[in-house]
């Protein structure tokens, strides 16, 4: 199971126009093959940053998924709204 997380920070006055692109997005991004969960995280302090956390079968599933039309819509829409740079892990659950 691969864990990833994208924490990106919008301008302050386009965060709705985010939130929109990620109500129509989210049930296709889950539905997409290798796709096992997806949910929208806030930042507590800083309430214009936001990271999404997803959960894929493997790391061939989520670079499928990057590689799509899909992802190349709502990447292009989304990134228009950044205001820095976003940052991106990939995880592996560790079992100890």
Same mark, same amino acid.
């Given at each position: 199971?691969l864990i990833r $997380? =994208?924490?990106? *920070?919008?301008q302050v006055?386009?965060t709705e126009?985010? #939130?929109?692109i990620f109500? @129509?997005?989210k049930?296709? $991004?889950c539905g997409?093959?290798g796709?096992?969960?997806?949910? /929208? /995280?806030q930042d #507590?302090n800083?309430p &214009? =940053?936001?990271s999404?956390? @997803?959960?894929?079968?493997?790391?061939?599933?989520l670079?499928?998924?990057?590689? @799509?039309?899909?992802?190349?819509? =709502?990447w292009k829409? *989304?990134?228009?709204?950044?205001a820095?740079?976003?940052?991106?892990w990939s &995880? $592996?659950?560790? &079992? $100890?």
């Amino acid at each position: 199971m691969l864990i990833r $997380i =994208v924490r990106m *920070t919008f301008q302050v006055d386009r965060t709705e126009e985010f #939130l929109e692109i990620f109500r @129509s997005s989210k049930d296709k $991004i889950c539905g997409f093959d290798g796709c096992n969960h997806v949910e /929208l /995280l806030q930042d #507590l302090n800083h309430p &214009n =940053v936001y990271s999404t956390y @997803s959960l894929w079968d493997s790391e061939e599933h989520l670079n499928n998924y990057r590689d @799509s039309e899909l992802f190349g819509q =709502v990447w292009k829409a *989304t990134k228009a709204l950044f205001a820095d740079k976003p940052q991106a892990w990939s &995880n $592996i659950s560790v &079992n $100890i």
